[in-house]
């Protein structure tokens, strides 16, 4: 794993922001991300890749913050989208909320990393979305 990608999800974890896997619940309407690290940038629009695996359907959405878009039946809201200093090396984050309604569907709440999409992931047996910059 790239040192970005473990020193965001350390700060992540310690800040109890980091992602959960969420079955049937929703985050409260009001309720905000939890904020990233200090020194990452904050951003208007996430760049989301998302596959449907079953035949092979791909498509990049743009993603304003406060935004959703659809792909298939998932619901995928940005809350925020952030990205490294230019002094730093390059790396993107969004909090995402990603949503299937077919009932024990696997839905996501949580950061996802552009440097290291493995580390959090939307386990899904249709679809896979990945975070590929935000800006």
């Known amino acids: 794993m790239r ?3 473990l020193g965001l999800l350390l700060a992540l974890v310690a800040a109890g922001a980091w992602a959960a896997d ?3 619940t929703e985050p409260p309407a009001g309720a905000g991300p939890p904020p990233p690290p200090p020194d ?7 760049e989301i890749q998302a596959l449907d695996k079953v ?4 498509e990049t959405l743009d993603i304003s913050v406060g935004g959703t878009a659809n792909f298939g039946a998932l619901k995928i809201t940005a809350r925020s989208c952030v990205v490294r ?3 730093q090396p390059k790396d ?3 909090f995402l909320v990603i949503q299937d309604p077919h009932p024990g569907a696997p839905n996501f709440t949580g950061w996802m990393l552009a440097s290291a ?3 959090s992931m939307l386990e899904h047996p249709i679809y896979d979305v990945r975070v590929l910059g935000c800006r």
């Open 92 to 94: 993107a984050a969004a």
């Open 55 to 58: 035949n092979a359907r791909r």
């Open 117 to 119: 999409p493995e580390v």
């Open 85 to 87: 200093p230019p002094s």
């Open 40 to 46: 990452w940038l904050p951003r208007g629009t996430a």
């Open 3 to 5: 040192r970005l990608g």
């Open 22 to 24: 969420t079955p049937d």
